[in-house]
């Protein structure tokens, strides 16, 4: 991925740059129906891994991997939307600077709109992700609510709220 942070990190952040993100995603039974955690003694699955794995890794590899992550004020937003707009959808746009710690909360509610489509068959308990070898933010429980920033648009409005592939509003 590419991203800068131009917020009052350093010259060196504001540069655009990129990492080589490696995101984890710890899940758990979902909370539709706690009973339906017993394992049926035949199947024995809760879910299968391909069908658990599967929406979410689409999302990761079509929207995610290579995508420029900028600042909803950030300038080159309208520099991609008057030069290049048929590459605006390889954008993540986010309140405020596109940082680890703000990817993971974005991250963990986009997930957990995708498991509520999903029937909440799994929950999430824990998202993490390594920027750099020595740079990981790791959010555990399933609530991003305490971590997200203040927005003034309603929820279906923001697109990690969403269980849709959008990645900006
Ligand atoms: N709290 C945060 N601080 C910083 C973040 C962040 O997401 N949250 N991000 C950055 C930049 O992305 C920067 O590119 C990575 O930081 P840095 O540690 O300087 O990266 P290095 O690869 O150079 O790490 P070294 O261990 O120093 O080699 C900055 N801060």
Redesign the pocket.
Known sequence: MG?R?IAG??D??AIP?G?NEYISVTLGAGPANPQAARLDGQANMLLPFAEAKGRWHHFIDTRMDHAFQLGEKDPLLQWFAQNEPSRLDRLVVTPGDP?????AALLMAKLNAILKAQGDRLTVRALEIR?????T?RLVGSDPAPYLPAVTRPPEACWWHRADDSTRD
Do not use: K
Not at 131 to 135: A, F, K, L, R, V
């Open positions: 991203h942070l990190c350093s060196r952040c740059h990492h940082t680890t710690e703000l990817l920027e750099t070898p020595t740079n933010v």
